[in-house]
């Protein structure tokens, strides 16, 4: 079973395991080779004892006794160092693989598209980076150290017993299959049952993760008690499963020692006889006995060790399943021979999430120019977030085709369409670090006049001469140290950082007042880029060149506003709830 174990570590994806164990092939053999060493060096102790008793105290030979205790303080000495190195190596390679691994992950996850992303979700992502990562280390630690280490003793006890005297081995020869085979049922009873552990740990941490980035939530509408319970419910489910698992593997303990005892009496009984009959010599028998407790112990040890390898390798095997993703958005560079004049096209778009029946987005078909402003609208949940997230090629259509500078946006590298687009997404995202660095995210090299041109445009010039330390001033994750306008105009900032040629603004005049909204819009019209701008409000886009209007995922509205006052009644519903003076003018 020991092998079996071994060889799966090893087997699984053999080639990637490889690949991350190569810069550790000399820590990797020396860890368990010391291992081995100190294991021999316990091996000797017990005839070392035997030796004291039978030359020493049966002869009242002093210094004998002094001399063979020096020499159990010797390989005492010895046997931790020989420890302690190879505690460093399995450390040093089980750390190292393990930062590969999860500098392979994550570097893997950065590739991944939205679509990825949805179908896998975050809360499992952070869950092989972090806890099934810790779980490969330590079962790999463990591995180097204690796999080799614990049958070798076994087997080893069993051989220097047979040294002693033979017919006393023969009960180590009977009891040791009979031992493994309890420890190893109570294993294969347990693993499953670890499993299942494992499964209720996933949906605890996933209830408290929740509950932590929802409290605000939680305490407005006073729900803790109902959170609590829920929470309570997890928590007692996971306390279950852990009593049954720790239940079978209670067990372990006192069936290997009733075993080991009952042996002992066998052996001190037959160990009796021997020296009686036999002359078999008493430090013997004593050593014979220290050689069944080394027995149980390491089987014992092989036990928990075997099934903290099985865990490691399930994780292992989790976290390669995320690994053999193949990212889904493939960049090909691609001849098109579609010509127009338009910076930006829709051609008979339609696009479906990833598991959903329904179509976000259908039939979609519309151009601007280079230099217009594009102005999005409708009903919440009609795909206007879907919209613009195609047009940066966060997603692909599902039929029909994104034009960008008369290219089909799938020919494009992801550095062009990186180059091409800035985007200020629907969520804000700033990051634990300095206003400066976060400006930086959008362009390395960006120099500091252009952030503060930048800043400028984006209203948010004085929020960071207010700031102690301006550029330097830290932001909080998340930026909670900031209000939600401050945030969005930072966020339009960074985006105006970099060099693009269409600039995505997805609902990011939300926080801001009308006043300020207003300023930016003016401030943006001097860029002379193309830019996209989703809203709610029809102020927002109420001066846009070309206005889009979508309904349940249908372009139900194109044009200027004064044309979609005349042809659209949904665009003329929604500017008449905000303008309701004016629709009492028109009747007028």
């Known amino acids: 079973m020991t092998i079996i174990i071994?060889?799966?570590?090893?087997?699984?994806?053999?080639?990637?395991?490889?690949?991350l164990i190569k810069d550790y092939k000399k820590e990797s053999i020396l860890a368990p080779l010391f291992k081995l060493l100190e294991s021999l060096f316990d091996l000797f102790v017990p005839l070392v004892i035997a030796g004291i008793i039978n030359k020493g105290i049966n002869n009242n030979d002093f210094n004998y006794v002094l001399k063979m205790f020096g020499l159990l303080i010797l390989l005492a000495i010895i046997g931790l160092a020989c420890s302690i190195v190879a505690q460093y190596f399995a450390a040093k390679a089980s750390v190292g693989f393990t930062t590969k691994l999860r500098a392979m992950l994550f570097e893997h996850i950065q590739g991944f598209s939205y679509q990825n992303l949805d179908e896998i979700g975050q809360d499992t992502l952070i869950t092989r980076l972090t806890s099934d990562t810790n779980q490969i280390q330590n079962g790999l630690n463990l591995a180097l150290r204690?796999?080799?280490?614990?049958p070798f003793i076994v087997f080893g006890a069993m051989m220097m017993a047979f040294t002693i005297n033979v017919k006393c081995a023969l009960i180590f020869a009977v009891v040791i299959p009979l031992l493994c085979l309890v420890v190893f049922l109570i294993m294969i009873k347990s693993i499953p049952l670890f499993k299942e552990v494992q499964v209720a740990l996933d949906g605890l941490l996933s209830k408290t993760r929740e509950n932590l980035s929802g409290i605000r939530v939680i305490r407005a509408f006073r729900i803790e008690d109902k959170e609590f319970n829920e929470f309570k419910e997890k928590n007692d489910l996971l306390t279950r499963r852990n009593q049954r698992v720790g239940f079978l593997s209670a067990l372990t303990n006192p069936l290997t020692y009733i075993l080991i005892n009952m042996a002992t009496v066998v052996l001190i009984y037959t160990g009796t006889i021997e020296v009686r009959m036999y002359g078999l010599a008493q430090g013997d028998v004593v050593a014979l006995y220290n050689y069944m407790a080394q027995i149980v112990v390491e089987l014992v040890k092989m036990a928990n060790l075997i099934i903290t390898i099985d865990k490691s390798l399930a994780c292992f095997s989790r976290v390669e399943k995320v690994l053999d993703i193949k990212p889904d958005m493939r960049y090909e560079v691609n001849d098109y021979s579609k010509v127009n004049n338009n910076v930006l096209s829709f051609d008979h778009v339609t696009f479906t999430y990833p598991n959903s029946k329904e179509a976000c987005l259908e039939?979609?078909?519309?151009?601007?120019?280079?230099?217009?402003?594009?102005?999005i609208i409708g009903p919440t949940g009609c795909g206007k977030t879907s919209l613009v997230n195609l047009i940066y090629r966060a997603y692909d259509p599902s039929a029909g085709a994104v034009y960008l500078d008369d290219r089909d946006l799938k020919s494009y590298s992801k550095e062009e369409i990186v180059s091409k687009v800035s985007v200020v997404p629907q969520?804000?995202?700033?990051?634990?670090?300095?206003?400066?660095d976060n400006l930086r995210m959008a362009d390395p090299n960006v120099s500091e006049e252009k952030m503060w041109k930048a800043l400028d445009i984006a209203q948010a010039k004085d929020i960071v001469l207010n700031k102690e330390g301006q550029l330097d001033h830290m932001i909080e994750q998340g930026g909670k140290n900031l209000s939600g306008g401050q945030r969005q105009r930072l966020s339009i900032a960074r985006a105006l950082c970099k060099d693009f040629d269409i600039l995505i603004l997805d609902d990011s005049f939300s926080a801001l007042?009308?006043?300020t909204e207003a300023k930016l819009r003016m401030a943006l019209k001097t860029l002379n880029k193309t830019i996209?701008?989703?809203?709610?409000?029809?102020?927002?886009?109420?001066n846009a060149d070309k206005i889009l209007v979508l309904d349940d995922g249908k372009l139900v509205g194109f044009g200027s506003h004064n044309e979609l006052m005349k042809s659209?009644?949904?665009?003329k519903e929604i500017y008449y709830s905000q303008y309701p003076f004016e629709k009492e003018a028109s009747h007028e």
């Open 427 to 436: 969520k804000t995202a700033l990051f634990k670090e300095s206003i400066k």
């Open 6 to 19: 071994s060889l799966r570590l090893i087997i699984v994806n053999m080639n990637r395991f490889k690949l």
């Open 568 to 571: 659209c009644e949904l665009y």
């Open 146 to 150: 204690l796999l080799l280490r614990s």
């Open 532 to 542: 996209v701008n989703v809203s709610q409000r029809a102020s927002s886009i109420k």
């Open 513 to 515: 007042d009308y006043q």
């Open 363 to 375: 039939d979609i078909s519309f151009s601007i120019d280079k230099g217009e402003t594009l102005g």
